[in-house]
């Protein structure tokens, strides 16, 4: 669970969008250097692509697991328990009458 702010903090997925008009993907070029709709995987440095062995995972503030995000303070078990988001720890709803458990 992360908030609206945290949400551009996110990394970009590798692939290309769906949705041609208005994706990140699509791009009117006009000096023609970059293709349009182009993978980036594909054509990119090869030293800047994702390795998760050399990041730096942070442990879960509350049950000390190691989290899924480099950026993460909580993992995604214990945010969704106390709905709060995983990089900032804001509170998202309210969870009284809800029931929060992991099953």
Not at 62 to 74: D, E, L
Not at 78 to 87: D, H, L, N, Q, V
Request: charged content about 25%.
């Amino acid at each position: 669970m992360v908030c609206d702010k945290c949400e551009k903090k996110l990394g970009i997925c590798v692939t290309q969008d769906t949705w041609k008009a208005g994706s990140r993907s699509h791009v009117e070029s006009a000096t023609g250097k970059r293709k349009l709709t182009e993978n980036k995987l594909l054509t990119a440095a090869k030293g800047n692509r994702f390795d998760p062995t050399k990041q730096n995972f942070r442990n879960c503030r509350i049950c000390r697991v190691h989290t899924h995000h480099p950026k993460a303070h909580y993992c995604q078990a214990c945010a969704y328990k106390k709905s709060i988001c995983c990089m900032c720890g804001k509170k998202l709803m309210a969870t009284k009458n809800y029931k929060m458990s992991s099953t």
